[in-house]
Protein backbone atom coordinates (compact mmCIF):
# COMPACT_ATOMS: atom_id res chain seq x y z
CA UNK A 1 0.00 0.00 0.00
CA UNK A 2 1.09 3.29 -0.83
CA UNK A 3 1.85 5.93 2.06
CA UNK A 4 2.54 9.72 2.09
CA UNK A 5 6.41 10.13 3.19
CA UNK A 6 7.28 13.51 5.29
CA UNK A 7 9.34 14.93 1.71
CA UNK A 8 5.52 14.43 0.14
CA UNK A 9 3.22 17.66 -1.03
CA UNK A 10 1.58 18.87 1.37
CA UNK A 11 -2.52 17.75 1.65
CA UNK A 12 -6.16 19.57 2.25
CA UNK A 13 -9.12 17.65 2.46
CA UNK A 14 -12.09 18.95 1.39
CA UNK A 15 -14.98 18.02 3.24
CA UNK A 16 -18.43 18.85 1.77
CA UNK A 17 -21.31 19.83 4.59
CA UNK A 18 -24.57 19.95 4.97
CA UNK A 19 -26.32 19.01 8.94
CA UNK A 20 -23.17 16.65 9.67
CA UNK A 21 -22.83 17.60 13.23
CA UNK A 22 -23.19 13.67 14.70
CA UNK A 23 -20.56 12.84 12.01
CA UNK A 24 -17.89 15.53 12.15
CA UNK A 25 -16.55 14.56 15.24
CA UNK A 26 -15.27 11.14 14.21
CA UNK A 27 -14.22 12.36 10.25
CA UNK A 28 -12.23 15.26 11.72
CA UNK A 29 -10.30 13.15 14.63
CA UNK A 30 -9.04 10.35 11.54
CA UNK A 31 -7.81 12.91 9.17
CA UNK A 32 -4.00 12.38 8.56
CA UNK A 33 -1.68 14.45 10.87
CA UNK A 34 -0.09 17.43 8.80
CA UNK A 35 -3.09 17.52 6.65
CA UNK A 36 -5.74 20.31 6.76
CA UNK A 37 -9.25 19.67 6.92
CA UNK A 38 -11.32 22.22 5.39
CA UNK A 39 -14.65 22.07 5.96
CA UNK A 40 -17.50 23.51 3.77
CA UNK A 41 -20.65 24.59 5.57
CA UNK A 42 -23.60 24.34 3.53
CA UNK A 43 -26.17 26.25 4.98
CA UNK A 44 -26.23 23.62 8.17
CA UNK A 45 -28.97 24.09 10.77
CA UNK A 46 -27.32 21.81 13.44
CA UNK A 47 -24.72 23.27 14.30
CA UNK A 48 -22.43 21.69 11.98
CA UNK A 49 -19.97 25.07 11.59
CA UNK A 50 -19.34 25.72 14.82
CA UNK A 51 -18.80 21.94 15.33
CA UNK A 52 -16.23 21.92 12.75
CA UNK A 53 -14.58 25.78 14.06
CA UNK A 54 -13.96 24.22 17.23
CA UNK A 55 -12.40 21.12 16.20
CA UNK A 56 -9.97 22.96 14.32
CA UNK A 57 -11.05 22.46 10.83
CA UNK A 58 -10.78 25.59 8.32
CA UNK A 59 -14.06 26.89 7.39
CA UNK A 60 -15.73 27.55 4.75
CA UNK A 61 -19.00 28.90 4.58
CA UNK A 62 -20.54 28.60 0.74
CA UNK A 63 -24.71 29.54 1.04
CA UNK A 64 -25.04 28.55 -2.75
CA UNK A 65 -27.22 24.92 -2.39
CA UNK A 66 -25.21 22.22 -4.14
CA UNK A 67 -22.91 19.28 -3.62
CA UNK A 68 -21.08 21.37 -6.56
CA UNK A 69 -21.22 24.28 -4.86
CA UNK A 70 -19.30 23.36 -1.83
CA UNK A 71 -16.61 20.92 -3.12
CA UNK A 72 -15.34 23.45 -5.52
CA UNK A 73 -15.61 26.49 -2.66
CA UNK A 74 -13.70 24.10 -1.05
CA UNK A 75 -11.40 23.35 -3.70
CA UNK A 76 -11.19 27.47 -4.02
CA UNK A 77 -10.16 27.40 -0.45
CA UNK A 78 -7.33 25.19 -0.59
CA UNK A 79 -3.55 25.74 -1.31
CA UNK A 80 -1.77 22.38 -0.47
CA UNK A 81 -0.40 20.45 -3.48
CA UNK A 82 -2.35 17.94 -3.59
CA UNK A 83 -6.24 18.07 -2.73
CA UNK A 84 -8.73 15.29 -1.53
CA UNK A 85 -12.43 15.06 -1.29
CA UNK A 86 -14.21 12.53 0.96
CA UNK A 87 -17.51 12.69 2.35
CA UNK A 88 -18.60 14.36 5.20
CA UNK A 89 -20.79 11.50 7.06
CA UNK A 90 -18.92 8.78 8.17
CA UNK A 91 -19.35 6.72 5.14
CA UNK A 92 -15.73 7.00 4.48
CA UNK A 93 -12.74 7.15 6.70
CA UNK A 94 -10.14 9.76 6.07
CA UNK A 95 -7.56 7.64 7.18
CA UNK A 96 -7.45 5.67 4.00
CA UNK A 97 -6.57 9.04 2.07
CA UNK A 98 -2.85 8.47 2.36
CA UNK A 99 -2.93 5.26 0.23
CA UNK A 100 -4.97 7.51 -2.57
CA UNK A 101 -2.32 10.50 -2.33
CA UNK A 102 0.35 8.32 -2.67
CA UNK A 103 -0.77 7.31 -6.01
CA UNK A 104 -0.74 10.89 -6.98
CA UNK A 105 2.48 12.05 -5.32
CA UNK A 106 4.66 9.17 -6.64
CA UNK A 107 3.47 9.98 -10.01
CA UNK A 108 1.74 6.93 -10.54
CA UNK A 109 -1.54 8.70 -11.25
CA UNK A 110 -3.28 12.01 -11.56
CA UNK A 111 -6.38 11.05 -10.30
CA UNK A 112 -7.24 8.40 -7.44
CA UNK A 113 -10.57 6.76 -6.17
CA UNK A 114 -11.75 5.17 -3.97
CA UNK A 115 -14.04 2.73 -4.99
CA UNK A 116 -16.73 1.70 -1.88
CA UNK A 117 -17.12 -1.71 -0.45
CA UNK A 118 -20.10 -2.24 1.56
CA UNK A 119 -19.15 -3.50 5.30
CA UNK A 120 -22.52 -3.35 6.56
CA UNK A 121 -26.38 -3.85 5.35
CA UNK A 122 -27.88 -0.91 3.96
CA UNK A 123 -24.72 0.84 3.83
CA UNK A 124 -25.31 1.10 0.34
CA UNK A 125 -28.84 0.94 -1.13
CA UNK A 126 -29.13 -1.80 -3.91
CA UNK A 127 -30.83 0.84 -6.41
CA UNK A 128 -27.88 3.63 -5.31
CA UNK A 129 -25.05 0.69 -5.94
CA UNK A 130 -27.52 0.17 -9.56
CA UNK A 131 -27.61 3.33 -10.36
CA UNK A 132 -23.77 3.81 -9.98
CA UNK A 133 -22.88 0.65 -11.81
CA UNK A 134 -25.06 1.97 -14.82
CA UNK A 135 -23.36 5.08 -14.25
CA UNK A 136 -20.17 3.30 -14.71
CA UNK A 137 -20.77 1.84 -17.95
CA UNK A 138 -22.58 4.96 -19.29
CA UNK A 139 -18.72 6.80 -18.22
CA UNK A 140 -16.68 3.89 -20.06
CA UNK A 141 -18.67 4.37 -23.57
CA UNK A 142 -18.05 8.02 -23.04
CA UNK A 143 -14.48 8.29 -21.87
CA UNK A 144 -13.35 4.37 -22.17
CA UNK A 145 -12.62 4.38 -18.24
CA UNK A 146 -13.21 1.07 -16.91
CA UNK A 147 -14.28 2.73 -13.73
CA UNK A 148 -16.04 -0.14 -11.16
CA UNK A 149 -17.13 3.12 -8.79
CA UNK A 150 -17.54 6.84 -9.29
CA UNK A 151 -17.17 7.25 -5.46
CA UNK A 152 -16.90 10.58 -3.36
CA UNK A 153 -13.10 9.84 -1.98
CA UNK A 154 -10.41 10.75 -4.18
CA UNK A 155 -7.32 12.87 -4.48
CA UNK A 156 -5.39 14.93 -7.17
CA UNK A 157 -2.75 17.75 -7.78
CA UNK A 158 -4.80 21.10 -6.90
CA UNK A 159 -3.36 23.19 -10.24
CA UNK A 160 -4.29 20.90 -12.83
CA UNK A 161 -7.44 20.20 -11.45
CA UNK A 162 -8.13 23.64 -11.12
CA UNK A 163 -7.21 24.03 -14.61
CA UNK A 164 -10.20 21.32 -15.45
CA UNK A 165 -12.26 24.41 -14.98
CA UNK A 166 -14.83 22.19 -13.79
CA UNK A 167 -18.80 24.00 -14.39
CA UNK A 168 -21.76 21.48 -12.67
CA UNK A 169 -22.10 22.91 -9.08
CA UNK A 170 -24.63 20.43 -8.21
CA UNK A 171 -24.56 16.41 -8.10
CA UNK A 172 -22.74 15.87 -11.19
CA UNK A 173 -19.76 17.68 -10.18
CA UNK A 174 -17.81 14.02 -9.22
CA UNK A 175 -18.75 12.99 -12.25
CA UNK A 176 -17.50 16.00 -14.29
CA UNK A 177 -14.11 15.95 -12.68
CA UNK A 178 -13.33 12.04 -14.07
CA UNK A 179 -14.96 13.30 -17.68
CA UNK A 180 -12.94 16.09 -17.62
CA UNK A 181 -9.80 14.27 -16.41
CA UNK A 182 -10.22 11.69 -18.88
CA UNK A 183 -11.06 14.05 -21.81
CA UNK A 184 -7.13 15.52 -20.45
CA UNK A 185 -5.69 12.67 -20.80
CA UNK A 186 -5.22 12.08 -16.81
CA UNK A 187 -4.11 8.50 -15.64
CA UNK A 188 -6.76 7.08 -13.22
CA UNK A 189 -6.92 4.84 -10.74
CA UNK A 190 -9.41 2.74 -8.32
CA UNK A 191 -8.74 1.62 -4.71
CA UNK A 192 -10.75 -0.37 -2.20
CA UNK A 193 -12.03 1.43 0.28
CA UNK A 194 -14.66 -0.03 3.11
CA UNK A 195 -17.70 1.89 3.10
CA UNK A 196 -20.10 2.42 6.37
CA UNK A 197 -23.39 3.27 7.32
CA UNK A 198 -23.46 6.83 6.79
CA UNK A 199 -24.82 8.87 10.00
CA UNK A 200 -28.16 10.30 9.52
CA UNK A 201 -29.83 10.64 5.83
CA UNK A 202 -28.60 10.97 2.87
CA UNK A 203 -29.52 14.20 0.87
CA UNK A 204 -29.36 12.49 -2.22
CA UNK A 205 -29.85 8.89 -2.48
CA UNK A 206 -31.91 8.75 0.55
CA UNK A 207 -34.86 10.85 -1.01
CA UNK A 208 -36.27 10.47 -4.52
CA UNK A 209 -36.05 13.99 -4.93
CA UNK A 210 -32.39 14.20 -4.49
CA UNK A 211 -32.28 10.98 -6.81
CA UNK A 212 -34.25 12.30 -9.62
CA UNK A 213 -32.12 15.47 -9.40
CA UNK A 214 -28.67 13.85 -9.33
CA UNK A 215 -29.88 11.43 -12.16
CA UNK A 216 -30.40 15.12 -13.98
CA UNK A 217 -27.11 16.41 -13.29
CA UNK A 218 -25.20 13.55 -14.47
CA UNK A 219 -27.17 12.52 -17.67
CA UNK A 220 -25.95 17.04 -18.49
CA UNK A 221 -22.42 16.43 -17.54
CA UNK A 222 -22.42 13.30 -19.55
CA UNK A 223 -23.98 14.86 -22.99
CA UNK A 224 -20.99 17.26 -22.68
CA UNK A 225 -18.84 16.84 -25.57
CA UNK A 226 -15.31 16.16 -25.06
CA UNK A 227 -12.72 18.77 -24.73
CA UNK A 228 -11.39 19.97 -27.91
CA UNK A 229 -7.70 19.50 -27.20
CA UNK A 230 -7.06 17.20 -24.40
CA UNK A 231 -3.47 17.46 -22.69
CA UNK A 232 -0.82 15.83 -20.69
CA UNK A 233 -3.33 16.25 -17.52
CA UNK A 234 -1.54 16.66 -14.25
CA UNK A 235 2.25 15.57 -15.44
Request: charged letters at 25%; glycine letters at 8%.
Amino acid sequence: MSVLRKDQPTVDVVLPCLNEALALPWVLERIPPGWRPIVVDNGSSDGSAEIAAALGATLVYEPRGGFGFACHAGLLAADADIVCFCDCDASLDPSLLPALVGEVADDRFDLALGRRRPQTRGAWPVHARAGNLALSWMVRRRTGLRLRDLGPMRAARREPLLALALSDRRSGYPLEMVVRAADAGWRVCELDVPYRRRAGRSKVTGTWRGTWQAVQDMHAVLAQPPLAAPGAGAR
